[in-house]
Nanobody
């Protein structure tokens, strides 16, 4: 069984910072791309940032220059540092990972989501 567990969401004032963490656990043999996605009420889930196993990164235009994604392959953990937060960053943030497990196949896994609220 593979699990992704997120932490670090919360309430922050505009201009503030938060760091989201996501730890993968279970019968994991290899982790490929990992990412953070965001979803608001009544909207589709959309990409915030992704990072490859070699640490190449990609960002949505809306977060470029403000958010930084990083990972530690040995710890099976991905982070997203979120700076200069704006009210429009308010969403539920989901961690994802493409993982090769003891099932003998690649699957996409998702965390349970963590709420980020930016408000004064």
């Amino acid at each position: 069984q593979v699990q992704l567990v997120e932490s670090g969401g919360g309430l922050v004032q505009p201009g503030g910072s938060l760091t989201l963490s996501c730890a993968a656990s279970g019968s994991i043999l290899h982790i490929d791309d990992m990412g953070w996605y965001r979803q608001g009420p009544g909207t589709q889930r959309e990409l915030a940032a992704t990072i490859t196993s070699g640490s190449s990164t990609d960002y949505a235009d809306s977060v470029k220059g403000r958010f930084t994604i990083s990972r530690d392959n040995a710890k099976k953990t991905v982070w997203m540092q979120m700076n200069s937060l704006k009210p429009e960053d308010t969403d539920v943030y989901y961690c994802s990972g493409r993982i090769f497990s003891s099932r003998g196949q690649w699957d996409d896994y998702w965390g349970q989501g963590t709420q980020v609220t930016v408000a004064s």
